[in-house]
């Protein structure tokens, strides 16, 4: 599976958007994104993938460049509860039981 | 619908014993995968069940660990015998088995400490 860069950590004011990159620049055709998050003592929580297409989901949109090296997790009015480690990953689907390859992530620290 | 239940939630055991640690995955899943976090590190993925067969067992650290799917439903991760570094948060997570990009749906995770 193709290796995902993030940055460590990030703020955002609450209510407003937070937008969370990730790199994958060494991503293969059959490679969608996934991203998951881990709320403190909890197990981690997919949160939306997608292959070419920008996707939209209750809980965030993803944004997917149009050559794939890269995308954006939208969460559009950010929360106290959304703090969180966001995790982007890239995984085939070829076999949908592949395991998830987690990085660091990214700490996302809402703030009032 | 039910989610992914582990049990227990906490264990605190002495070096040297054994611990047990049993997950429920989503009714109907086939794929069960056991992953674990040991402390400052990433999460990291120890095996992968397809219904009561071991599908992939390459990130189990070493034979002290054993995991186990009678009948393909409830699966176990025994610990024999536990050592310091094996202290950690472990996560179970379930699948349903078909072709496609399926989502893995977390448990709350199993913390162990060994002292």
């Known amino acids: 599976d193709a290796k995902t860069t993030q940055p460590p950590s990030m703020d955002c004011a609450e209510g407003r958007a937070a937008n969370l990159p990730c790199n994958h620049s060494t991503i293969s055709g059959n490679e969608y994104v996934y991203w998951y998050r881990q709320i403190h003592s909890q197990g981690p929580q997919y949160i939306i993938h997608g292959l070419k297409n920008n996707e939209t989901n209750e809980m965030a949109s993803l944004i997917i460049t149009e050559d794939r090296k890269s995308s954006t997790l939208i969460l559009p009015h950010a929360t106290l509860r959304d703090t969180a480690v966001y995790y982007c990953?890239?995984?085939?689907?070829?076999?949908?039981?592949?395991?998830?390859?987690f990085g660091g992530g990214t700490r996302l620290m809402v703030k009032p | 619908e039910a989610g992914v239940t582990q049990f227990p939630s906490h264990s605190v055991i002495e070096k040297g014993q054994t611990v047990t640690l049993r997950c429920d995955p989503i009714s109907g899943h086939d794929n069960l995968y056991w992953y674990r976090r040991v402390m400052g590190k990433e999460i990291k993925f120890l095996l992968h069940?397809?219904?009561?067969?071991?599908?992939?067992e390459s990130g189990m650290p070493n034979n002290r660990f054993l995991a186990e799917r009678t009948g393909g439903t409830y699966s176990t991760l025994k610990v024999q015998p536990a050592e310091l570094e094996d202290s950690g948060v472990y996560f179970c997570?379930?699948?349903?088995?078909?072709?496609?990009?399926?989502?893995?749906?977390f448990g709350p995770g199993t913390r162990l400490t060994v002292t």
């Open positions: 990953i890239v995984r085939a689907s070829s076999n949908a039981g592949n395991m998830l390859t």
């Open positions: 069940f397809v219904k009561e067969s071991k599908q992939d």
């Open positions: 997570a379930s699948s349903p088995q078909s072709g496609g990009p399926y989502e893995q749906y």
